[in-house]
Nanobody, 123 residues
Framework: VQLQASGGGLVQAGGSLRLSCAASRRTSSNNGMGWFRQAPGKVREFVSAISWSGSTTDYTDSVKGRFTISRDNAKNTVYLQMNSLKPEDTAVYYC?????????????????WGQGTQVTVSS
């Protein structure tokens, strides 16, 4: 399974970005998917996750109401819409897939990882 994250960039505070995570054709649409981020000098942390069907989502408290995760299984793609961005959202964002239908806030539950995309929010 290969995951390709894209959509990062430089944006001013209050702006928006949409990240995409495209999975290889071998990826089953029945995988739970998640987004994580790692800011400079900090450990990688959970951002958001979505069930295989897209019916259930989860967010870390700091992004609730600002970020929206979604997926299009026909395109093997997961999205993270990020609105009202803040400088503290600056990080490398990684998408990941579990090896089953579960999704989780725990990084060890994820078997496949993308290469990361840089998001920089200026004040």
């Amino acid at each position: 399974v290969q995951l390709q994250a894209s959509g990062g960039g430089l944006v001013q505070a209050g702006g928006s970005l949409r990240l995409s995570c495209a999975a290889s054709r071998r990826t089953s649409s029945n995988n739970g998917m998640g987004w994580f981020r790692q800011a400079p000098g900090k450990v990688r942390e959970f951002v958001s996750a979505i069930s295989w069907s897209g019916s259930t989502t989860d967010y870390t408290d700091s992004v609730k109401g600002r970020f929206t995760i979604s997926r299009d299984n026909a395109k093997n793609t997961v999205y993270l819409q990020m609105n009202s961005l803040k400088p503290e959202d600056t990080a490398v964002y990684y998408c990941a897939a579990t090896s089953s239908t579960i999704y989780s806030q725990t990084q060890s539950e994820y078997k496949y990882w993308g290469q990361g995309t840089q998001v920089t929010v200026s004040s």
